[in-house]
């Protein structure tokens, strides 16, 4: 078993599985559960952030990120406490910070306060332009939601915050990716994360109808992926590809499957203390490592699923093993191998190669790699029909990441 070692450990916490919400492709798994009592997320918080350090060190830091469902909807006097727990640990001297996902729908004036005061790191869901949006993110009387996520939204930029936005795309959305880009940079938003439609919870319904193919993802991507770069205005984070430009540059390794770091450096809790590996996996069945109410996280992280999860990479189809990407990559989600396939250990039937090489190209002609790579690159290469290169050394290195400079072969920093 290999467990590498992560700079921070995500605990992703589920105090409910309700929502105010009821969006066409919702990917909780279940939504019966009795909302988490306190006393049980404080445990959680214990446990998470002792865990942390006892395996990986005393550097990493533990994020408690609270999600749902939708968790503003256990209203603020339930995280006030839950707040008050995470700084009696703090002064301990334990290293746990907090964040939510939020559809940022209920976010008001007391909420952003809380927020803004206690330094949470925020990720709210806005799927783009209101038709857009409105079209999936519902109230359960079907009403669209875009005007509370922009007020919500808005709430936070008064304070000088500034939330990720995760953006669900789907077969009637990925057209317009470049308008979805255009409207998140307009509205000053600093930090996306692009998803495909996940055929979980509510979501494995409409996926036929929603889903996207994998090519017709990984061309879309690409396509942006260029405008971004020559985007003089761009957002300076957009996942997954700043995660996939990192990833190709070889010098450090982000993202929930690289590194193997959705098992080894996450876990999910569901309201009832079912101990699970991420967020879209938490209440999956066949992926239950526990419960924390009867057993400490230190056993249940040792319990035979995830063991096995952890080599997963090891056990993968020779399509991927033999594959280039497999570094990073290591055969896509395991969520989309189950849901698609009926086991983690299978191909993923969603498999980004076309972007990858697409990205790899445009860093190759813009001198991002030594002789040595740029030979098995250059191979590559003729993978890759109708790729039209960049002639601009520049254009790249004025891709700005908050957390990573993007560096040069040479290895020296390029700051953006
Ligand atoms: S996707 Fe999120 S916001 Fe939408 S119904 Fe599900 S939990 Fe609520
Ligand atoms: S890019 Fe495709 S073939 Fe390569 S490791 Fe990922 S899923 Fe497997």
Redesign the pocket.
Known sequence: MTQPQPSTFTAIIKPLTECNLACTYCSVWEKKWERMPLPLMERILDQVSSYAMSVFGPDVETNAMFHGGEPLMMGLDYYEKALDAIKRLQDAGRKIVPSFQTNASLIDERYADFFQRNGCGLSISLDGPRDIHDAARTSKRGAGSYDAVIRGLGLLQERGLDPWVCTVLRKDSIDRLTEIYEHLRDLGIRKVYLLSLYPAGDGANVINDLGIPAEQWSQALAALFDRWCLDERRIPMVDPLSKIVTNLQGTQQRGCVANNKCVSGSVGFMPDGGVFPCAVLTGADPFFYGNIRTQDLGEIMQNSVRTRLLDRHQQ??Q??MD????SF????CMHQSYTRNGSPYT??N????EL?VHIEQQLLVNGYFSPIDRRAIIARRLDSAGFVPYNNRSFLRKIGTPKTPTIQASGEEVKS
């Open positions: 993968l189809p399509t991927c594959c280039p990407f497999i990559c290591r055969g896509g191909f993923a969603y498999c980004e190669k990858f």
